[in-house]
């Protein structure tokens, strides 16, 4: 993080991180056939609840320490669910939760949030939306301006159609702190790269953008992917953004349909196998806690 960047967001990265691995990406749900419908057939084995007491086994197995829990459902009860999962378990060091960025009151939501010590930022499904531009509608915009002010982090959760539009986003707010989320979900299964390799490098140039190597043996075919196939799409993201913008993320439990938390997590160790102790350090923990400033 440039050290102008962190003196105006009253952050200080860790020259060493000893906090331990962070996953930086993952979610609880309490199964909903119609709040969930994205779930489709070939997804069938998610159609469950997953809540803390699935994933802390896991998180001890696989070495993690901490995470951060990013909202599911586009409502303010999500809100109110997650941060009790997360006043329950030690190891949820943050949330990154949902408010409505357009509405008239956002500015009277996000300080009523400024009373959770683990709300660290908000996301929006724009992946989702049928306006692939919502991003750069001027209400839009008003409520990602006040992010600032609450030193709150912006996830972006798009698909690699939308990275034009955030390109502009981004450039329009260079004090706020947002995140790529599962590196744009390029399009593996159809192996294209060009057009998205091309978005995100001219996005990494800009230096308040991080970006999560997460979801991405989702975006490839769920039974046949191979780590030849999703190895250039890592490496887009490694040397675009650099060792000190990058978090690791599991998705957990969305990967499950494609990978174990074990698989994900020991193709990234072999990844980085080669790389200094102190980025992987900064990748597998540090570069987390210092964005969303654990």
Request: net charge negative.
């Amino acid at each position: 993080m440039p050290d102008d960047l962190n003196k105006q967001q009253g952050l200080a990265m860790p020259l060493s991180w000893e906090g331990g691995v962070i996953d930086a990406h993952q979610h609880f749900w309490q199964y909903d056939a119609v709040r969930h419908s994205w779930i489709n057939d070939e997804m069938r084995e998610i159609r469950q609840d997953f809540m803390p007491g699935n994933l802390f086994p896991v998180l001890e197995e696989n070495g993690v320490s901490g995470t951060i829990l990013v909202q599911v459902d586009q409502d303010e009860s999500e809100n109110e669910f997650q941060l009790k999962n997360a006043a329950d378990f030690d190891f949820v060091r943050g949330v990154v939760g949902w408010v409505d960025l357009q509405a008239n009151n956002v500015d009277e939501r996000l300080a009523y949030y400024k009373q959770f010590e683990k709300m660290k930022g908000f996301r929006h499904i724009l992946q989702g939306e049928a306006d692939r531009a919502l991003m750069l509608k001027q209400d839009f915009k008003h409520g990602i301006s006040l992010l600032e002010k609450y030193g709150y982090t912006y996830d972006i959760l798009i698909f690699p159609d939308q990275l034009q539009y955030v390109l502009e986003l981004v450039k329009e707010f260079p004090n706020q702190r947002f995140v790529i989320d599962h590196a744009a979900k390029p399009y593996i299964k159809a192996a294209k790269i060009d057009e998205w390799e091309k978005d995100m490098r001219a996005i990494a140039q800009q230096t308040n953008v991080w970006c999560k190597i997460s979801g991405m043996a989702t975006e490839a075919d769920y039974k046949t992917w191979t780590v030849a196939q999703l190895k250039p799409y890592i490496d887009v993201v490694v040397q675009a953004f650099g060792t000190s913008r990058i978090m690791f993320g599991s998705d957990w439990p969305v990967c499950l349909v494609a990978a174990s938390y074990k698989q994900w997590i020991d193709l990234l160790r072999e990844y980085f196998s080669a790389f200094s102790q102190a980025e992987k350090d900064a990748f597998f923990g540090g570069n987390a806690a210092g964005f969303y400033n654990l």
